[in-house]
């Protein structure tokens, strides 16, 4: 699916079944969803907005990249497990920016103003080159046998980084969070 608009539709603007690809679309006000897709699901270039629900929710192995999410009525991007979101930004939605299962990898990406954490993630999960800034619920929160490097976590309630169990952090820095930097 390339280049298509779903706007102000009842319930999901666009129902992508699994390895399904959508490039340069737009969802926007839809009274549920913006894009719901199965597994293998791939995303491109692509902008879920002002939906009711949540802007971008897809299955396990999805790839979303360079896709923005903002103002979404819950999280911005929701992934399952060995997912990969990669240069997109998700801001002003009203749970967590970025939301993924075991074994994903975020890279690049943008989490900003949202009302939930930043970015947040299970366990074995990579975070790599973020920007995470003034999340209420936390910049990024991830599971056991993650690792977060070259990030910069500013300005978010409820701590920097959080971290389980068996973790590394390398790089960047994590500054003027209310709470903990790290832990």
């Known amino acids: 699916i390339a280049s298509c608009l779903a706007v102000q539709n009842t319930l999901d603007g666009f129902g992508a079944e699994a390895d399904c690809v959508l490039v340069d679309c737009t969802a926007r006000g839809n009274a549920n969803r913006g894009i719901h897709g199965g597994d293998g699901v791939g995303i491109r270039s692509s902008l879920v907005a002002s939906n009711t ?26 992934v399952g497990e060995s997912s990969t979101a990669s240069g997109c930004s998700s801001q002003k939605n009203g749970t967590t920016g970025i939301a993924g299962g075991i074994r994903c990898a975020v890279f690049d990406c943008l989490a900003a103003d949202n009302l939930g954490a930043g970015i947040s993630l299970d366990a ?8 995470v800034q ?7 929160q991830t599971g056991a046998g993650s690792t ?5 976590v500013e300005g978010n309630a409820g701590g920097g980084i959080q971290v389980s169990a068996d973790w590394r952090v390398r790089g960047r820095q994590g500054a003027g969070n209310t709470g903990l930097g790290f832990h």
């Open 124 to 131: 074995r999960a990579r975070v790599t080159d973020c920007q």
């Open 148 to 152: 977060v490097s070259g990030c910069t």
């Open 53 to 78: 629900t949540g802007g971008l929710v897809l299955g396990n192995r999805a790839s979303v990249i360079e896709t923005k999410a903002q103002g979404n009525g819950q999280e911005g991007i929701r």
């Open 134 to 140: 003034a999340n209420t619920l936390g910049g990024i």
